[in-house]
Nanobody, 121 residues
């Protein structure tokens, strides 16, 4: 099970840090990732991190502004978001990988409960 938290309302240019706690399987064996979705639109892959934590991947739309990290001791994966834009408004979800790949939506199993991020312009 996965539960994302840390969302909220922020002004454009601001920052937020999302966190996701995973349970139910050996966290350190799997890649982790974040996606986002706006109602009525397709889910967008945002960022992924390898099982080892030493490799990351970002969508072009967030590269340079978002940072994904993981802490295997606490089974958490975080998404630090800076320089937020109105286009970043969405519900954000985390998921565990199906294996070790981490660069696209299909690399991930079911997305957990999301957290709403709203960026006001």
């Amino acid at each position: 099970q996965l539960q994302a938290s840390g969302g909220g309302l922020v002004q454009a240019g601001g920052s937020l840090r999302l966190s996701c706690v995973a349970s139910g399987r050996l966290f350190s064996n799997y890649a982790m990732g974040w996606s986002r979705q706006v109602p009525g639109k397709a889910r967008e892959f945002v960022a992924g991190i390898s099982a080892s934590g030493d490799m990351t991947y970002y969508a072009a739309s967030v590269k340079g502004r978002f940072t994904i990290s993981r802490d295997d001791a606490t089974n958490t994966v975080d998404l630090a978001m800076t320089s937020l834009k109105s286009d970043d408004t969405a519900v954000y979800y985390c998921a565990g990988g199906r294996g070790r790949d981490y660069t696209e939506l299909s690399d991930f199993a079911s997305w957990g409960l999301g957290t709403q991020v709203t960026v006001s312009s």
